[in-house]
């Protein structure tokens, strides 16, 4: 891209002393959005300026950034459709610039198109998470660490799905998403301290196998245990255990928005361990925005 008279003129005062003046510098850089951070990489990258104009070129481009991944988590957030898999591509961008939805997609269909070949519709639904359940950590060789000892790259979806290595959370919530293009029912529950997946009743079953059942969830998936299938009162011991007051929430899906704030938790804890301030300040910013929006 072409730089404009302007733009050089802006780039020699932005290593100025007065605060005044730079000020002035930094607001009409940031005016033009997004769309300029190309110029000041390319700065970075091939100029040869000082080591404060350095600095301050950095710091805009991080600003301009996180300003657009902010607006993108907006709209997300007041959009009709509020798709998972693309809140969690705006999510992960912050930290991954180049990340784009198509690669999530693509990415997330070379899985899909292999589990698919191996679960049909003719199946009980224990005998479809037995298959996939195999799939997933047998053939494919998707790997759950533990979240007290993961880094950051176990925790983003994108390096999870790369790396076949990730929380609880971060593998969860791909296993759900991968489960759903399949048309199979199986959605993320917010339990306290670990990630659940809820097995919807869709065709009532539960009523057969526990005549005073309602429907509702089948059965219950825990990732952090390779995707083990346990029922409702076996996570009712669980919470009795724990001395956690049951109610109703903690055996019900949640909302996308939900699931995303557990994905910014979940940064947050992680980047707050290695004391990585700024990015713990952004991922709450982002995640005060979806609760004001929820």
């Not at 940031?30 to 769309?35: A, I, V």
């Not at 693309?86 to 990340?99: A, E, K, M, R, V």
């Not at 698919?116 to 998707?142: K, S």
């Amino acid at each position: 891209m072409r730089r404009s008279t302007s733009f050089d003129a802006l780039i020699k005062l932005i290593d100025d002393p007065d605060v005044v003046v730079f000020e002035y510098v930094r607001n009409e850089i940031l005016k033009n959005g997004k769309e300029i951070i190309p110029q000041l990489n390319d700065l970075l990258d091939y100029e040869h300026i000082s080591a404060q104009q350095y600095e301050r070129i950095e710091a805009l481009v991080k600003e301009l950034h996180f300003s657009h991944v902010l607006d993108s988590i907006t709209k997300w957030c007041t959009s009709s459709e509020k798709d998972l898999l693309h809140g969690l591509q705006i999510l992960s961008s912050y930290q991954f610039p180049d990340l784009t939805l198509e690669q999530l997609h693509g990415q997330v269909q070379n899985i899909q198109r292999r589990i698919w070949l191996e679960v049909n519709r003719r199946m009980t639904a224990f005998e479809i998470v037995e298959r996939m359940n195999i799939m997933w950590y047998g053939n494919i060789g998707l790997k759950v660490v533990d979240k007290n000892i993961a880094t950051p790259f176990h925790t983003f979806i994108n390096t999870a799905i790369e790396d076949l290595s990730g929380t609880p959370l971060a593998t969860g919530l791909l296993y759900s998403i991968i489960a759903q293009r399949l048309n199979l029912p199986i959605y993320g529950v917010n339990f306290p301290n670990q990630f659940v997946l809820a097995y919807i009743d869709e065709f009532r079953i539960h009523q057969l196998i526990e005549p005073l059942g309602s429907g509702g969830v089948l059965f219950y998936l825990l990732p952090a245990n390779h995707g083990k299938v346990i029922l409702k009162k076996q996570l009712d011991d669980i919470l009795r255990q724990s001395d956690v007051l049951s109610v109703r929430e903690y055996f019900e899906p949640c909302s996308h928005s939900s699931l995303l704030i557990l994905y910014l938790d979940e940064l947050i804890e992680v980047y707050s361990k290695i004391e990585r301030g700024q990015q713990v300040n952004h991922y709450q910013m982002l995640k005060n925005r979806i609760l004001e929006l929820a």
